[in-house]
């Protein structure tokens, strides 16, 4: 009889002690950064009226995300990731310290503030990649979509939770409590994660260097159709999705009665509605396959956006709102998981920090376009804009990706001999070359699966990639790969997956020698000419 399905709770990773210990600090790390970001903007407008430095506030809370994404995600690839995460927390707390004793002492000033809103940054740049690369070591495969949904009710009840708690603390108590109660959880998170106890297994061939890792993480996502297929996605959705939440001050202002009341109720709402849906995704996706839900969620947005737009006072507004707050979650949510089953774990803080930033760009622009839009005709004609095209876009992009539910196994597997060396190879640029011997009839199914090879040797690392054939010998094929250096073409080994050893398979079915291909490796020498 077949065994019967795993039965899946929202709260399963919720019994996992380590996660659970890590959710709780993710949780207040993030009402932390919303209590900051209130606090500071509410700081520069008792210290000046001038628009453009309260402006300035939120880039410099964004900006290091752009500056620091790859960097940050490539040093929680090669470092002990607990230790990282450590030291970003640390990093936050010390910059909400200094925060403190700027403004208690009286010497903060708006070029100062930005200073540090862009330093606490950094921290929030750095923090998140590791996070995110840390979740899937903590639960099971099967519970990543809980986990993740867990993560989004974590960010959503912060965004509740943390400028509630500012506003509170700024009303009775003045600016610098804020930071002083920011610096103190920060601390405690910290410590908190100090009692989590990783096995770190360094490489036997070292820590990679950092640009070489970049490098990888670029490449990598270049090479991987399906990942760049969800980055496309989440760019749209992020990029329209926006638009809501940047004039949403606004709309809640053209109310009938309406005020900073009316705008903290319509957010709140969105948060309560993200909430909800996060605790019933693992129901949906029962009920219908990702790359529908994501779909019915877009439009599911659009439609509540097009509703607020016009909706002419908070009994209308508010049921769209926990609505878009479902749809927000359930598309994010989806496309997170996507993100996440597309990468092994040796590239997975780059991938996911190049995911953040398609993020973060993307609503950056669209916060901009549509702006202008609504300044050119009005409000509720941006809103209506941004919902059809937001819609429209993403039935486009699903009709032109290739069907997203064919996964790759990415499982780790050492099926391929690690070459030993009868003398320690020079440190040029290693290039490998594999001969096949195939039926030149077949030579299309073969050109075809050779590509398929190609990006799995970028994918890995390697520097160039080409198929040679013999002239004089029609059915004879020279597949030759470079590599940066014998060490780093000894790393390709350890990022072997199940799929790659089913690719080979596959190529060797093509080729027809008595002996299997042959191999060589070769280093390029450095000649020094006279």
Known sequence: MPAEPEKLSAWDPIKVPVFRMLWSTWLVANTCMWMNDVAAAWLMTSMTTSPIWVALVQSASTLPVFLLGLPSGALADILDRRRYFIMTQ?????VATLLCVTVISGVMTPPLLLALTFANGIGLAMRWPVFSAIVPELVKRSHLPAALALNGVAMNASRIIGPLLAGALIASAGTEY????????SVIS???IMRWRRNHVPSPLGRERLVSAMRVGLQFVRQSSRLRAVLLQVSLFFFHSTALLALLPLVARNMHGGD???????????GIGAIVAALNLARLRQLMPRDTLVLR?????SLSTAVVAFAPNIYVAVPAMLLNGAAWISCANSLSVSAQLSLPD????????????SIMGASALGAALWGQIATMTSIAVGLLVAAVSGTAAMLLAQRRIVDLSIEEDLTPSREFKVPVPHAPPGAG???VTIEYLIDPARSDGFHALMQESRRSRLRQGALEWELLRDIGHPGRYLEQITDESWTEHLRRFDRVTASDVALRERKLAFHIGEEPPVVRRC???DLVRS
């Open 90 to 94: 640390f990093w936050v707390a010390a």
């Open 178 to 185: 804020v930071f002083v109660l920011n610096a103190v959880l």
């Open 190 to 192: 910290g410590l908190v």
């Open 260 to 270: 900073a009341g009316t705008f903290t109720l319509l957010l709140a709402s969105m």
């Open 297 to 301: 969620s877009t439009i599911a947005q």
């Open 346 to 357: 040796w590239v997975r803080a780059r991938g996911m920090s190049m995911y953040q930033m």
């Open 429 to 431: 640029n290693v290039v």
């Open 523 to 525: 280093v390029i020498e």
